[in-house]
C-alpha cells in the first residue's frame, strides 16, 4: 500500500518509512510531487494537520497521511508551538532563539507533539490521533542525529537530547512515532492494505 505523506519535510518520511519498515507493514509513505506548501493557518496541530491532509487529497485523490508537529515549552505559553518551523529563518537560528529565550529560566518543561490525519481516497477523514514525547529544554545543544529541535531537546527520564539518539533510539519514543503506530494499528485492524 501506498500513502501520499502530506509534506515536503524529507525528515519526515525518512523517520516514518524506517518505522513502518521496523515494524514489517507492507506500506510506504511517498511525498507529494512538485511544490507542497499550503497555507497551514489552523490554531492548533490537529487542524494544521487537516489542513495538509485534504491539500494532499485535492492533489491525489488517494490516501494521504499528514504530520503536523512542532515543540511546546510550558514556560513560553506552549511556543513556537504550531509556528516551530517558521519560528525563525534557519533551523540553527531556531534553536538559538529558543536557547535565548530560556536564558534565565529554571522551569524547562517542554514536550513535542505530532498530529496525524489520515484520509482515505474518498477525501474523508479516516483517522486521526496525536502523539506527545515529553522532556525538557537543555542548555546548549548536543548531538548529531534527528532535525529540527532535537539538539535541545532533552528526553524524559534520560540524560540526552533526542539528537544524541541514534534513529532507532528515537523512533522507539518520539511523538511521530507514538502518532505513527496508532495510524498502523488502524490501518491493520481496518484491513485498509489488503484491498489496495
Ligand atoms: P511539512 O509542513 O511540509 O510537513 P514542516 O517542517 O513545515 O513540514 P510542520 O509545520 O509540522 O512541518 O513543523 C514541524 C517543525 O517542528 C519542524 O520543522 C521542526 O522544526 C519541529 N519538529 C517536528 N518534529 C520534530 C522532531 O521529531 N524533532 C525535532 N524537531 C521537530
Redesign the pocket.
Known amino acids: 500500500m501506498k500513502i501520499v505523506?502530506?509534506?515536503?519535510?524529507a525528515?519526515?518520511v525518512k523517520?516514518i518509512n524506517e518505522i513502518v519498515e521496523k515494524l514489517g507493514y507492507n506500506i510506504e509513505f511517498i511525498l507529494p510531487e512538485g511544490d507542497?506548501?499550503p497555507v497551514?493557518d489552523g490554531n492548533t496541530?490537529e487542524d494544521?494537520?487537516l489542513i495538509?491532509a485534504k491539500a494532499a487529497w485535492e492533489l491525489t485523490h488517494t490516501w494521504c497521511l499528514?504530520?503536523?508537529?512542532?515543540?511546546c515549552i510550558k514556560a513560553l505559553d506552549n511556543r513556537?508551538g504550531?509556528f516551530?518551523?517558521?519560528?525563525a529563518e534557519t533551523?540553527q537560528k531556531?534553536i538559538e532563539k529558543v536557547l535565548n529565550e530560556m536564558k534565565n529560566i529554571n522551569s524547562r518543561e517542554a514536550f513535542?507533539a505530532?498530529a496525524m490525519t489520515l484520509i482515505n481516497p474518498n477525501g474523508k477523514v479516516e483517522f486521526s490521533y496525536k502523539g506527545i514525547c515529553e522532556g525538557k529544554i537543555a542548555f546548549e545543544a548536543k548531538g548529531e542525529h534527528?532535525?529540527?529541535?532535537?539538539p535541545i531537546?532533552v528526553v524524559k527520564n534520560t540524560n540526552k537530547t533526542?539528537a544524541e539518539l541514534n534513529d532507532d533510539e528515537?523512533n522507539e519514543i518520539?511523538?511521530?512515532s507514538i502518532a505513527l503506530k496508532k495510524v498502523l494499528s488502524y490501518i491493520s485492524e481496518a484491513h485498509l492494505a489488503e484491498n489496495e
Open positions: 505523506l502530506a509534506s515536503s519535510n525528515h519526515k523517520e507542497f506548501d497551514e496541530f494544521n494537520s495538509k499528514a504530520d503536523d508537529s512542532g515543540l513556537p504550531i516551530s518551523a517558521r519560528y533551523p531556531r513535542f505530532c534527528g532535525f529540527g529541535y532535537d531537546f533526542m528515537k518520539s511523538h511521530r
